[in-house]
């Protein structure tokens, strides 16, 4: 069904900025809970952040202030910026979606590949 894929990862130094985009094909993002997960080696899969149908935003708590989750349902497409940046972030960041309702009310329907974002000193 809706398919997902994250584009605007790479390099950056600390301190600085960075936006990931993820583009959903198949079916429009106006019914889906969107979130951004990462996951840093040799550590478990963590939440960052996520936006439900109504626009309603949730942060992980270290990183309210620094990271802003949005989307723009005409274009399809769910956004990341990154500010400040610092070399804990290095991780690789993907996006997922669910049906209508948040998890745990509602199952992950897709993931992204992931894109790689490494933070340098």
């Known amino acids: 069904q809706v398919h997902l894929v994250e584009s605007g990862g790479g390099s950056v130094q600390a301190g600085g900025s960075l936006t990931l985009s993820c583009v959903a094909t198949?079916?429009?993002?106006?019914?889906?809970?969107l979130y951004w997960v990462r996951q840093r080696p040799g550590k478990e899969q963590e939440r960052v952040a996520r936006?439900?149908?109504?626009?309603?935003?949730e942060y992980a708590d270290s990183l309210k202030g620094r990271f802003t989750i949005s989307r723009d349902n005409s274009r399809n497409t769910l956004t990341l910026q990154m500010s400040f940046a610092q070399l804990e972030d290095t991780a690789i960041y993907s996006c997922?979606?669910?049906?209508?309702?948040?998890?745990?009310?509602?199952?992950?329907?897709?993931w992204g590949q992931g894109t790689q974002v490494t933070v340098s000193s």
């Open positions: 936006i439900d149908i109504d626009g309603n935003t």
């Open positions: 997922a979606a669910s049906h209508t309702y948040c998890f745990p009310h509602a199952s992950i329907a897709s």
């Open positions: 198949g079916d429009t993002i106006d019914d889906y809970c």
